[in-house]
């Protein structure tokens, strides 16, 4: 009896298993799963403390209202630097670079990745 409940469990277990691998929601596409971009080199300039700038636009196809962006920069800005990245206008990101003390950040690249 106890062989019964243990082969029955692996079949249930094996058949959520098979199940699972061949489910695809079908809201995963492509747009589903964001779209990317990367910068020109861009140089913020001089910040005195408390300043922004907004550094540049980047071009990233799909890109639209309401959507999350993340921009990340490929090296290290300086200490006490913040930055936000937004849609601007279809398929453009704007970045804006502040700085909370003083200083100028290093001209970097950065990786954008819009997510709708």
Known sequence: ML???A???SLIVLLLLIVG???RPSYVTAQA???TGVSS???PGILLAG???TASTITVPGARAGMVVVATPTSDLGVSTVWTPWISANDTVSLRICGLIGLTPAAITWNIRVIP
């Open 41 to 43: 080199t861009i140089t």
């Open 3 to 5: 062989m019964r409940g």
């Open 51 to 53: 300043a922004c700038a």
């Open 7 to 9: 082969l029955f469990t």
């Open 21 to 23: 691998s061949l489910w």
């Open 33 to 35: 799963l964001g779209v």
